[in-house]
Every structure is written in C-alpha cells, then in structure tokens.
C-alpha cells in the first residue's frame, strides 16, 4: 500500500512542502496573479522587438539572454532574479538599447539560501569570463557592453543584488565594469514588526503570510529575518562602511509597500555609511506594483 504524502507548510497559492521533502509549486491563488508561476519558452525569434535565448555554462548554471531588436548602442544588464520573466521582458522591451541576463536562481526551501546569492555572483563571473573571452557567447560578444553593466532585481531578487554587490567588491572584475546596482523593492525586513507592515495594505503579490512564510523556507535552518541577507542594515550584517567597491545604486521603494519602513531603514543606513544611493519612490502603490500592470489589473500611478 502506497502511503499519501502529507503537507507539511505551506504559502497559500504559491507552494505546498510535502513531508518528504518534495514541493508542488501548482498556482491555486488569486487567477490575475496565476502569469508570476506560468513558464514562458525562449525564442530565439524577435517578437514584439525581443529575442531570448536559455544557455547552460559551463559551470552548469542556467541564463536566459534576451536580446533587443534595435542595437544602436547596447548595454548588458544582469538580472539577478528569474522568477518574474514578464517584468525581465518588459525592461528590456521598453529599453530598446538594453540586453538582459536572467539567472535561473535555484530555489528554497529545495535550496535554501544563500545558494541564490551564489548563483548571482556566479553569472556576474560568467559575465566576466565572457568580457575576457574566456568564455564565448555570441549574443553577448556581438552586442554586448561589458564596460557599463548593472545589477538589477526586484523583491527577494533585490536582497540577492546588494548580496553579489557587495561581494562583486572583493573580486577583480575586470574587464567587466560594473557601473551600477538596482534594487527594486528588496525584501528588507526585521524579526520584530513595523508600522508599516501593520498599515499598509496587503496585495496578492505581497501578504504577511508570504513575508512570514516565505522566508521561514529560504533563509537557513533556525536563521530569523535579522540574518544578514535580509537585513543587511541589522547588528547580525557586515557593517555598510565596510563594504569596498560597492556600485552607484538606484533604490526603488513604493510608498505602500507592507515592508517600506524596514527598507527605508536600508536606505538611511547607505547614505550614513556614505554609500552612493539615489533614492526613487513609487507614489500610490505597492510592493511589485507592475506586476499587477502586466496583467491588467492595477494602478499606474508611477509618481
């Protein structure tokens, strides 16, 4: 007799933990958010002025290459999150100039962080070995800017670019030139609650729930979320002065993220540390706003 796998945790709509350890990733949430879990294929065609193209390294670490129709002048970005592929093609679609490498990050509680921080610093190394023609890539080779390339991810993907920022400082990287970071709404938060994780409206793209939840399975076994990676500013967390070589970064926050106090806390610790940090907020939304554009089915205001 076959014995039924039990659950034991859950996100709800995002992922069951079954008690031998497997996980079922099966969408059962809210359907206008159902796109975040669907996979899209590569094409290695243009539509809508986007080629994509999945490679395996040497390494055996998994990119997907997408590649702007329009070459006029190209600059290579390196997105340190896969999850959100809409978002990743929307960039580059709406910035003709730009080519992205997404990394397919390996997941928690699979495998659990900083496994992902790894991979992000792996690609960026990969990146270099292809700027030093160690490594070849046509698509890269051809069109890409190794002098000018950025850091960029969004929620959790936000925590994982300050974390290869920060150890990219002790790497020689050249002849890659990394020329900026951009954390977009970076999963920032501590153990203890703030006011606006008690105010702030939940989304489907952000709940207590999942900020809980989520973490519990990502960040190592007995860690809090005062552990370095997502709270980078907290006494647990190399001190932000000590960081050597960090890029220029751009900081997007929105002003009703459920977790806006504890990133704003991020921020305010970069600029006492006297780190380069411009700060951009979304005025009238919430954490991952875009996404919920994407689908049709949220606000616009960009403020």
Not at 183 to 209: A, D, N, V, Y
Not at 215 to 228: I, Q, R
Not at 230 to 238: D, K, L
Not at 255 to 284: C, H, P, R, W
């Amino acid at each position: 007799m076959v014995q039924e796998k039990k659950v034991i945790d859950e996100v709800s709509g995002w992922l069951r933990l079954f008690d031998d350890g497997s996980v079922d990733r099966t969408w059962t949430g809210p359907p206008q958010a159902k796109f975040m879990s669907d996979a899209v294929p590569p094409h290695r065609h243009f539509i809508d002025g986007i080629a994509t193209a999945d490679i395996i390294t040497a390494d055996g670490l998994k990119l997907r290459i997408y590649l702007p129709e329009k070459q006029e002048k190209t600059t290579t970005r390196k997105n340190s999150q896969y999850s959100y592929t809409s978002t990743v093609e929307a960039s580059a679609s709406t910035r003709p100039i730009a080519m992205v490498v997404s990394v397919y990050l390996r997941r928690a509680p699979e495998h659990r962080l900083p496994a992902a921080c790894d991979d992000g610093l792996a690609a960026l190394l990969w990146l270099r070995s292809v700027a030093g023609k160690q490594s070849h890539e046509p698509w890269l080779s051809d069109h890409g800017d190794f002098g000018r390339v950025f850091l960029i991810g969004d929620s959790s993907g936000g925590n994982i670019v300050h974390q290869v920022a920060a150890r990219a400082g002790h790497e020689d990287l050249i002849p890659l030139k990394l020329a900026g970071a951009i954390p977009i709404h970076p999963g920032f938060c501590r153990s203890r609650r703030r006011k606006s994780e008690m105010e702030q409206p939940e989304t489907p793209f952000l709940t207590l729930e999942m900020v809980d939840k989520f973490l519990s399975l990502a960040l190592p076994v007995g860690a809090t979320k005062d552990h370095p990676i997502t709270c980078p500013m907290g006494e647990h967390a190399p001190p932000l002065e000590e960081l050597k070589n960090l890029p220029p970064y751009m900081y997007c926050v929105a002003e009703q993220d459920l977790i806006k106090d504890t990133e704003m806390e991020f921020y305010e610790a970069m600029k006492k540390a006297k780190k380069e940090v411009e700060l951009f907020v979304s005025n009238g939304v919430g954490h991952s706003f875009y996404e919920q554009d994407s689908c049709g089915d949220g606000p616009h205001n960009r403020g």
